[in-house]
């Protein structure tokens, strides 16, 4: 039999947002065995929010949850630290994560170096390696992966969270290589002094912005934050445009859950 070259994995974002369909995120903050993968595709998420930024997980953790997603059709992104550095960057790409998350973006030159340790020459400086997730760990041509882990396999999340980040969102999101614009609500709430004001003109009028300018850069808009306030979510959904929403991390689903559970038990006893 003729030998196939293998595929990349779906990006499942980027498969939806062409669609113009809602990208359904879940968050991992807690959890690090992997049936928690399972959990989420049954329940019928496309995505996982994988957190290492605020998190106690591990490099190890976060490959094991992105290899079980890819294997789930379960499509994988990593938040990383704070100035984590190219060198980290390189290896949660490589241990399986389908896109990046920066946070704490302060202009478009932190956006163009995050651009820079996700994509590979000439539009970056990521390295190669072979035998990658992302493929099944196959040994794939290396112009061939490269071509296809910069088009669908290294998706650049940039945070809006700051109020210098607002200032130049328009600049930051007609960068090449930039696919996604993400507004860290509470981030962005505390720094521009509406906090908790979800509905106020000031935090509103700042996703208004954040829509726009992905509208008229062909980016994805994506919300995280306002699990509480689906009523809010749905404006930004369908008035803003937003394709890619957080619904939630795993600590505070269980604990809504578990809280839930024991106010149905309380009522038992008469």
């Known amino acids: 039999m003729a030998s196939t070259t293998p595929s990349i994995r779906q990006n499942n974002l980027l498969a939806l947002s062409s669609q113009d ?7 991992i903050k807690i959890t690090t065995d992997v049936t928690i993968v399972s959990m989420a595709v049954t329940a019928g998420y496309d995505c996982l929010f994988i957190d290492l930024e605020h998190t106690t997980l ?7 949850l992105c290899i079980t997603a890819l294997a789930s059709g379960i499509t994988p992104f990593v938040r990383v630290p704070f100035q984590c550095g190219r060198g980290f960057v390189q290896r949660v790409l490589d241990m399986g994560a ?4 920066f946070p704490h973006i302060h202009g478009v030159e932190d956006a163009k170096a995050a651009v820079n340790s996700c994509k590979f020459p000439p539009q970056g400086s ?5 035998g990658l997730p992302h493929f099944g760990l196959a040994s794939v041509a290396p112009d061939v992966a490269m071509q296809e882990l910069d088009a669908t396999g290294s998706t650049v999340f940039i945070m809006i969270e700051t109020q210098d980040a607002l200032a130049a969102v328009d600049d930051i999101a007609a960068l090449p290589g930039v696919e996604a614009l993400l507004v860290g609500s509470n981030d962005l709430g505390q ?14 009028g700042a996703l208004k912005r954040v829509g726009e300018a992905c509208r008229r850069h062909g980016k994805v808009f994506a919300i995280a934050g306002l699990y509480h306030r689906p009523d809010v979510m749905e404006k930004v959904v369908n008035e803003m445009g937003a394709r890619w929403v957080l619904g939630g991390l795993d600590a505070g689903l ?6 839930q559970n024991c106010e149905g038990l309380m009522k038992l006893q008469r």
């Open 98 to 101: 389908m896109g990046v998350v």
């Open 191 to 204: 720094e521009m002094g509406c906090l908790g004001e979800w509905e106020g003109e000031v935090f509103m």
């Open 21 to 27: 369909r809602l990208c359904k995120a879940f968050g």
């Open 126 to 130: 990521r390295s190669l390696t072979i």
């Open 58 to 64: 591990s490099l190890r953790d976060a490959s094991q």
């Open 254 to 259: 269980l604990a809504g859950a578990a809280r």
